[in-house]
């Protein structure tokens, strides 16, 4: 039962400390919708999201006006596309792509996700026809997000795939170089991929997730970063202690809002993320916790160990809290979407190496960094294929969403707007791994993926 004492602190963490819902997200099954004909699919596919969301943004604001919280974002996740491509033996993907923008916009959510294509052990026709049409498909689209898992803890990592991605991603800029290249942006290539993501631009609804379900993504960096500041001169033990009690609280509330959106909606309610995902807006920083737990500027020597305390709290904080926790929960280290991290990156103290370390102990990877214009897609995907070991060696879910920001340099800043924010413009190793990249083939699973 709520008491005052915990009602009061609530609206102090919404009104002071950016305490927030980062997102509602409808998961919908598009299997029933597969046709060999690709106009009867998108008419099946906007049909069915549209009548299973069509409550979902009102859903949302109603509970904002219940509880006083603020909601950010109202979104949907959907069957990986490429399921539904194959099944479409003739037909351009982008219409598929096309036809979801226009769902999005009928239903008034934020984002959907899910135009997607699993590839980590290999491509079926349909992964390889939607893989080519990512980049047509984000420039048309401003809804849409897009996602390709390249590697797995059991299956290794599929280096064509990693190939043709640092390519996919090149194009995708350079189709939207007049959008401050944003197509970029609504793209992530994954490692071990989970399937009940909330999350942008990574979220799809998985195969083995029911019909349709409804999940919610909490994020308090805010809160977190209020909390330490009141030991300042705390044992990390205890710091550690107090990320979890406050975990505790914020996972409470999505557990609640999750529990409330799930019964207005009559759809099974699926998992809390609890990640703390940063924006733009001061107080709302990851890389402001990590100082506020000693160090002087997010980046320097000391920060994976600080991340790694983070990360593991608000874990442990958040299962306490619900029996639902899933998706990433942890803490996001987005550059261009956390004010910290923009002011680490400018200053020269966090490097893309640095960012690389942090990844090994956070929950997702290198996300939302913009490097120069001219970086070749042999680059690109070198990068994927570093971040992507980390993922399957250490068992965990990792990402690249970087963005070659066509005809600016090092130094310079790629301004997104919104949650998405500014970025400036990374320093990459102009050394070529571009022999490294063309060998393809899979690079095979660790040791310890052989369990059963």
Same mark, same amino acid.
């Given at each position: 039962?709520?008491?005052?004492?915990d009602?009061?602190?609530?609206?102090?963490?919404?009104?002071?400390?950016?305490l927030?819902?980062r997102?509602i997200t409808?998961?919908i099954?598009?299997l029933?919708c597969?046709?060999?004909?690709m106009n009867?699919?998108?008419s099946?596919v906007?049909e069915?999201?549209t009548?299973?969301?069509e409550k979902?943004?009102?859903?949302?604001?109603q509970?904002?006006a219940?509880?006083?919280?603020?909601?950010?974002n109202k979104?949907?996740s959907i069957?990986?596309?490429?399921?539904l491509?194959?099944?479409?033996?003739?037909?351009d993907p982008v219409?598929?792509?096309k036809?979801?923008?226009?769902?999005?916009?009928?239903?008034?959510?934020?984002f959907i996700?899910?135009y997607?294509?699993?590839?980590h052990?290999g491509?079926?026709?349909?992964?390889?026809r939607?893989?080519e049409s990512?980049?047509?498909a984000l420039?048309?689209?401003n809804?849409?997000?897009?996602?390709v898992?390249?590697?797995?803890?059991k299956a290794?990592?599929?280096?064509?795939a990693?190939k043709r991605m640092?390519?996919?991603i090149?194009?995708a800029?350079l189709?939207?170089?007049?959008?401050q290249c944003?197509?970029p942006?609504?793209l992530?290539v994954?490692?071990n991929?989970?399937e009940?993501n909330?999350?942008m631009?990574?979220?799809?609804?998985?195969?083995?997730?029911?019909?349709?379900e409804?999940h919610?993504?909490v994020s308090?960096?805010g809160?977190v970063r209020s909390?330490?500041?009141k030991?300042?001169d705390?044992?990390?033990?205890?710091?550690a202690?107090v990320i979890?009690?406050t975990?505790?609280?914020?996972?409470?509330?999505?557990?609640?809002v999750?529990t409330?959106a799930s019964q207005m909606?009559?759809v099974? @309610? &699926?998992?809390?993320?609890? $990640?703390?995902?940063?924006t !733009?807006?001061?107080?709302? +920083?990851? =890389?402001?916790?990590?100082?506020?737990m000693?160090?002087?500027v997010c980046?320097m020597?000391?920060t994976?160990a600080?991340?790694?305390?983070?990360?593991d709290a608000?874990?442990?904080?958040?299962?306490m809290a619900?029996?639902s926790?899933?998706?990433l929960?942890g803490?996001?280290?987005?550059?261009s979407?956390d004010?910290g991290?923009i002011?680490?990156?400018?200053s020269?103290?966090?490097t893309?190496e640095?960012?690389?370390?942090?990844?090994?102990?956070?929950?997702?990877?290198?996300d939302?960094?913009?490097v120069?214009?001219?970086t070749?897609?042999?680059t690109?995907s070198a990068i994927?294929a570093?971040e992507a070991a980390?993922g399957m060696?250490n068992?965990k879910?990792t990402a690249?969403r970087?963005i070659?920001?066509?005809g600016?340099?090092e130094?310079?800043?790629?301004? @997104? &707007?919104g949650?998405?924010? $500014?970025?400036?413009v990374m !320093?990459v190793?102009?050394? +070529?791994a =571009?022999?490294f990249i063309?060998?393809?083939?899979?690079i095979?699973?660790?040791m310890?993926?052989?369990?059963?």
């Amino acid at each position: 039962m709520l008491n005052t004492f915990d009602i009061l602190e609530t609206i102090r963490m919404i009104q002071e400390e950016c305490l927030d819902i980062r997102t509602i997200t409808m998961g919908i099954s598009l299997l029933d919708c597969c046709d060999t004909d690709m106009n009867s699919l998108c008419s099946k596919v906007y049909e069915k999201i549209t009548r299973k969301a069509e409550k979902l943004v009102a859903t949302g604001e109603q509970i904002e006006a219940e509880y006083g919280i603020p909601i950010i974002n109202k979104r949907i996740s959907i069957t990986p596309a490429a399921m539904l491509i194959a099944s479409a033996q003739n037909g351009d993907p982008v219409s598929l792509a096309k036809t979801l923008q226009r769902a999005a916009e009928t239903t008034g959510v934020n984002f959907i996700g899910g135009y997607s294509a699993l590839v980590h052990k290999g491509f079926s026709e349909g992964d390889l026809r939607l893989i080519e049409s990512i980049p047509e498909a984000l420039a048309v689209t401003n809804r849409l997000c897009a996602s390709v898992n390249v590697g797995s803890s059991k299956a290794g990592i599929n280096m064509d795939a990693v190939k043709r991605m640092g390519e996919i991603i090149r194009e995708a800029a350079l189709r939207t170089a007049d959008q401050q290249c944003f197509g970029p942006a609504k793209l992530v290539v994954l490692c071990n991929a989970p399937e009940d993501n909330p999350f942008m631009a990574g979220a799809f609804h998985g195969v083995g997730e029911p019909d349709c379900e409804v999940h919610v993504g909490v994020s308090g960096p805010g809160v977190v970063r209020s909390a330490i500041r009141k030991y300042p001169d705390a044992s990390l033990d205890k710091i550690a202690d107090v990320i979890k009690r406050t975990a505790f609280k914020i996972t409470r509330m999505g557990q609640l809002v999750g529990t409330r959106a799930s019964q207005m909606l009559d759809v099974p @309610f &699926g998992i809390v993320d609890l $990640s703390l995902a940063p924006t !733009p807006a001061v107080g709302d +920083s990851v =890389a402001h916790i990590l100082e506020g737990m000693g160090l002087s500027v997010c980046g320097m020597h000391g920060t994976t160990a600080a991340l790694a305390l983070l990360n593991d709290a608000v874990k442990k904080g958040g299962v306490m809290a619900s029996s639902s926790v899933g998706g990433l929960s942890g803490a996001f280290i987005p550059v261009s979407e956390d004010a910290g991290m923009i002011q680490a990156a400018v200053s020269g103290v966090l490097t893309l190496e640095k960012l690389e370390a942090m990844t090994a102990v956070c929950s997702v990877g290198l996300d939302m960094i913009v490097v120069p214009g001219d970086t070749p897609a042999s680059t690109l995907s070198a990068i994927i294929a570093d971040e992507a070991a980390i993922g399957m060696v250490n068992n965990k879910t990792t990402a690249v969403r970087v963005i070659p920001a066509i005809g600016k340099k090092e130094g310079d800043m790629l301004d @997104f &707007g919104g949650l998405f924010g $500014s970025g400036p413009v990374m !320093p990459v190793r102009r050394e +070529s791994a =571009a022999q490294f990249i063309a060998r393809g083939g899979r690079i095979p699973a660790p040791m310890h993926s052989i369990r059963n």
